[in-house]
């Protein structure tokens, strides 16, 4: 069966601490993956994506993803957290023959403090 | 920078009453979806759209539910009589042509919906 995960719910950091949101997917084969963020009240954005070749992508906002085969994951990392990033965080793999439809996983709260 | 425009931001309604959610998906996008996400809850693929037809859906879209693109513009997602547990945030989303940038969807501001 095709399904998403992310282990934590709730992630708090301090400001210019560093970052990792964990996602697992569970799938035959490599799924598109995407991490979108959603700000308080707001829609969702594209951090970034992968489809295929270089395992470490970079997104918007500082943020960067590695695809690691071995373990079915796409985690999310911020080497240095700001203020602004506070949000929630969604991993959504998008397995083929889905007619591009996303797979929510159920999503990271980051709150971030001063 | 192109986006996807939602209308209305909220829309109250009353159970049973029929709603249009609508949305302008961006100006080159062949490809459209609606989501929706219910307080607390994740994310869920609704329906997508393509040439004029429905592309998949999901199991929560049912009778209820309809989209249309009445025009060269416009998308839009109906339900015919609302329940109290329709009541979410409606997203829409709209892609390109295929290839791999087809596979980027960008989303409106979303719609919340509560039916009382």
């Known amino acids: 069966a095709q399904s998403v995960t992310q282990p934590d719910i709730h992630i708090t950091v301090s400001e210019g601490a560093s970052l990792e949101l964990r996602c697992n997917y569970s799938?035959?084969?490599?799924?598109?993956l995407f991490w979108y963020v959603q700000s308080p009240g707001q829609g969702l954005q594209l951090l970034l994506k992968?489809?295929?070749?270089?395992?470490l992508v970079q997104g918007i906002k500082g943020f960067e993803a590695e695809f690691k085969r071995s373990q079915s994951s796409f985690n999310l990392r911020k080497p240095s957290v700001h203020w602004s990033d506070a949000a929630e965080y969604f991993c959504?793999?998008?397995?083929?023959?889905?007619?591009?439809?996303?797979?929510f996983g159920a999503g990271t709260r980051l709150a971030v403090h001063p | 920078e192109p986006e996807v425009t939602q209308t209305p931001s909220h829309q109250v309604t009353q159970m049973g009453q029929e709603v249009i959610l609508r949305c302008v998906p961006i100006?080159?996008?062949?490809?459209f979806y609606w989501y929706r996400q219910i307080l607390g809850q994740k994310v869920e693929f609704l329906v997508s759209?393509?040439?004029?037809?429905?592309?998949?859906k999901s199991e929560i879209f049912d009778d209820q539910f309809s989209v249309e693109r009445p025009d060269g513009s416009n998308f839009t997602l109906k339900i015919r009589s609302t329940k109290l547990e329709d009541s979410a945030m409606y997203f829409c989303?709209?892609?390109?042509?295929?290839?791999?940038?087809?596979?980027?969807?960008?989303f409106g501001p979303g719609t919340r919906l509560t039916v009382t």
């Open positions: 989303a709209s892609s390109e042509t295929p290839g791999e940038e087809a596979y980027e969807q960008y």
């Open positions: 799938y035959g084969a490599t799924p598109y």
């Open positions: 992968y489809f295929s070749g270089d395992t």
């Open positions: 959504a793999p998008m397995f083929s023959g889905g007619y591009n439809k996303l797979i």
């Open positions: 100006s080159n996008h062949l490809y």
């Open positions: 759209f393509y040439n004029n037809e429905i592309s998949e």
